[in-house]
């Protein structure tokens, strides 16, 4: 039976995908901050991706478990979104970006190589569209992706000695709790800025609420069926991509600046 740890399975993309492959007859080691959360028929591991002694702890933890046969796939999905205005973003809120999105899955690739080398298995970086083409008002998450995109290339080619695959996952806008957990954060940082910094922004965020509120959000299976494949592939691709908006991202990642900036302002309703 081949193991795989799965980081953030204790809802949405990660919790559906720790089923999945549950289902399909792999030991599922799901990294979660509470051991409750765990999906049913995985083994719980509590992980925190920005502690380091919860990182040693779930490599000892899933190397007893699994032995001389190793790990098939690390699959980094866990992640947060911060967003808001630059100009009253904290220094903290990007702190918490960066460690939770780049950090925290350098910091697992490091410390589980061992078992991937044993298991001959390979690494899963789950990216967003905004690695590519970045949204207003979503600059630490689309700065963050950027940098685990980056950190992706070079570490495929760092690791190309073993013949340790990593590979990039980028989802569109799925139907998980993420985005209301951004907006609730979003609210507590404006609420840190003055009046007068929010009547500056107030008409642009209530354009981009509009716009975004049309948005279709995605089901959940289509992103869990890629990552599944990019774990059993023989040859796994360098890049998968999941839902209608991140196909669309990616063509637009290619039009010129300019143009891509009219675009993407006449799209959000912003002047």
Not at 43 to 53: E, H
Not at 129 to 143: C, I, N, Q
Not at 206 to 235: C, F, H, N, P
């Amino acid at each position: 039976m081949k193991s795989v740890l799965i980081t953030g399975a204790g809802a949405g993309i990660g919790a559906a995908t720790a089923r999945a492959l549950v289902q399909r007859g792999y030991d599922v080691h799901a990294g979660v901050r509470r051991l409750d959360d765990a999906p049913p028929g995985a083994t719980p591991v509590q992980l925190d991706v920005t502690d380091d002694a919860q990182i040693a702890a779930a490599v000892a933890q899933v190397s007893r478990a699994t032995g001389d046969a190793g790990l098939h796939a690390l699959i980094n999905n866990a992640g947060i979104i911060v967003q808001g205005p630059l100009e009253v973003m904290p220094s903290g809120e990007w702190r918490d970006q960066f460690d939770v999105n780049v950090v925290g899955p350098a910091a697992l690739m490091r410390a589980f190589l061992p078992l991937l080398r044993k298991g001959n298995g390979r690494v899963v970086n789950v990216s967003a569209p905004t690695a590519r083409v970045a949204m207003p008002f979503l600059a630490p998450l689309s700065a963050s992706k950027a940098a685990l995109e980056s950190l992706s290339h070079a570490a495929r080619l760092e690791l190309a000695p073993w013949r340790i695959p990593v590979v990039l996952v980028v989802p569109g806008a799925m139907d998980t709790g993420i985005f209301a957990r951004a907006g609730k954060r979003s609210e507590a940082t404006l609420d840190t800025a003055t009046p007068e910094q929010r009547a500056l922004y107030e008409p642009a965020l209530g354009a981009l609420s509009q716009a975004l509120a049309k948005t279709k959000l995605g089901d959940v299976a289509l992103v869990v069926d890629v990552i599944v494949e990019a774990v059993e592939a023989r040859k796994p691709k360098l890049r998968y991509v999941a839902g209608r908006d991140a196909r669309s991202a990616g063509l637009l990642a290619h039009v010129p600046m300019r143009t891509r900036d009219r675009l993407l302002a006449s799209y959000l309703g912003l002047r």
